[in-house]
């Protein structure tokens, strides 16, 4: 149940991410400042988000349901 449970979150987590990927809080247009990491903030804010991304799959990949396991209930 507890993996079931990571699982879930992991999924939802990454739909949320995904969303806010491409909203104007990340993808602002017409503005160079302010900085993140002496980048632009959008170039920034993405490598972070991949960064993230890269760390929920392997969250995923642990946690994932065995599609030839029985679930438990």
């Not at 909203?23 to 302010?34: G, K």
């Amino acid at each position: 149940m507890k993996n079931i449970l990571i699982w879930n979150i992991t999924k939802f987590t990454a739909f949320i991410l995904a969303i806010i990927s491409f909203t104007p809080l990340i993808l602002s247009p017409n503005t160079h400042t302010p900085y993140i990491f002496g980048m632009p903030f959008s170039l920034g804010a993405g490598i972070l988000i991949s960064i993230i991304f890269i760390v929920l799959v392997v969250i995923g990949a642990l946690f994932a349901p065995n599609a030839n396991e029985k679930e438990e209930t």
